[in-house]
Every structure is written in C-alpha cells, then in structure tokens.
C-alpha cells in the first residue's frame, strides 16, 4: 500500500521561510518522478515544483522561481520544498504527488496524472 505523507506546513509571516518535506512509502521511490501541488481557497490546483527521478530534471511555476527549492533524497524516500520570501499568495494547502517515469514539466502542468497523493500540509503567510 502506498503512502504520502506531507509534514512542515505551518504559520509564517510574509517574507519567512519553511520547508516542507514528504516521504513516501510502498514504492520504489526513485522510480518515480515527485512533486508539490496547492490549493488556495476558491482556486484550482497548481502545480508549484516537480522533480524528475534522478534530481537532474526540475520544474517549477513562474509564480515560485527564484524562492522556491525542490529537492529529493532517494536514499530517505523523501522529498523536500524549501521556501523563501514567502508571500500571502503562497497561502495554501500543499500536497505531495508521486507521478512515474515522465518529465516533471509534464505532471506539473497536469498533462500527466499523479497516481498517488498526500493529504496536504497547510501552508498560511500572515502579512
């Protein structure tokens, strides 16, 4: 049985950092590409990084770039978002994705399906 689980969501005010990790569970863990998706209230999911098997292949939305981290450690099954500069508009619920051997811009941008999920970690930036 596969499991995903989220941890590190929290309260921070704007310009804080946090970090998010996720470990998984059930699966061969760097057989799959992995990423981080959110969603604020009364708005669509986006998908905000994702990161191919190796760490070799990262994607991530425009709205991130440059404050945003992703990272894995296949040795630990985990997988990491290191945030900075943190924004209210980075309000959210985060969630970890395990997708499979496709590019990460692929899952991200939802072309792909990630088969397997967590329940989300929720992240608030407070002004």
């Known amino acids: 049985q596969v499991q995903v689980v989220e941890s590190g969501g929290g309260l921070v005010q704007t310009g804080g950092s946090l970090r998010l990790s996720c470990t998984a569970s059930g699966l061969t863990f760097d057989n799959y590409a992995m990423g981080w998706f959110r969603q604020a209230p009364g708005k669509e999911r986006e998908g905000v990084s994702c990161i191919n098997w190796s760490g070799s292949d990262i994607y991530y939305a425009d709205s991130v770039k440059g404050r945003f981290t992703i990272s894995r450690d296949n040795a630990k099954n985990t997988l990491y978002l290191q945030m900075n500069s943190l924004k209210s508009e980075d309000t959210a619920m985060y969630y970890c994705?395990?997708?499979?051997?496709?590019?990460?811009?692929?899952?991200?941008?939802?072309?792909?399906?990630?088969?397997?999920w967590g329940e989300g970690t929720l992240v608030t930036v407070s002004s």
């Open positions: 994705a395990a997708g499979g051997r496709a590019g990460p811009v692929l899952y991200c941008s939802g072309s792909y399906d990630m088969p397997y």
